[in-house]
């Protein structure tokens, strides 16, 4: 299979967050969210990295799926790629950005500095934000907004914020289940989703400074 350069780089990522996580979460929760990041890669391949993809032998940087997860993606691409809001961005969205820098960050009254770096689904240079693509069981809105902390897209949110600055986010969700709805949250500094989140990444930031930056 051949990696991602990105998951090379040396800076903390929120990936990187997620695995310090795990040591303190169920191995139920573990495989949920192993399953869905699973199929979460091949629906961003299909829709921003199409390069990547190989629609004849199944497979994303030679990881195999099957027809029946490719047939399931390329339907949530076209899904996707048929809504008002992802034809009023495509002219002026790059995908994959990657971002990375020096961030201070405040963990209860203690500041400390990482190498942080982050790669957007989707950036606006021109509005100065971006967004993320997430597959999702979810046959509703509601549902949808309730997964966001069950799968910490929250502190994933609020952490590409930080990085970028920007003063905005949009999540957008699209379901696995047919007809494929297409669901969208905006996020700005003063919602709950980004105050959650940045809580979240302060708290394991700061444990992953203690373990292996604190020198």
């Not at 967050?17 to 399953?35: G, H, K, N, T, V």
């Not at 047939?71 to 034809?87: H, N, V, W």
């Not at 982050?118 to 950036?123: A, F, M």
Request: with cysteine; net charge neutral.
């Amino acid at each position: 299979m051949n990696q991602d350069p990105y998951f090379n780089r040396q800076e903390v990522s929120n990936s990187d967050l997620s695995e310090l996580a795990r040591l303190f979460q169920r191995a139920d929760y573990i495989a949920d969210a192993s399953a869905a990041y699973r199929f979460g890669t091949l629906v961003d391949a299909l829709i921003t990295e199409p390069d990547r993809v190989n629609e004849f032998r199944f497979t994303v940087d030679g990881e195999q799926y099957t027809r029946e997860e490719f047939e399931t993606g390329k339907a949530m691409r076209k899904s996707f790629m048929k809504t008002p809001m992802y034809a009023s961005i495509k002219a002026m969205a790059t995908f994959q950005e990657v971002m990375n820098r020096e961030m201070v960050i405040d963990y209860q009254g203690f500041e400390f500095t990482l190498p942080v770096r982050c790669k957007w689904d989707l950036w606006m240079q021109l509005l100065r934000y971006g967004g993320d693509i997430k597959s999702t069981t979810a046959t509703s809105q509601k549902q949808f907004i309730a997964s966001i902390e069950h799968f910490d897209y929250d502190r994933q949110r609020a952490w590409y914020m930080d990085i970028s600055g920007a003063e905005r986010d949009v999540l957008f969700g699209i379901s696995k289940k047919a007809p494929h709805n297409v669901f969208s949250v905006a996020i700005t500094r003063d919602s709950d989703i980004y105050k959650t989140g940045r809580a979240k990444y302060q708290e394991l930031a700061f444990k992953y400074w203690c373990l292996f930056h604190n020198s």
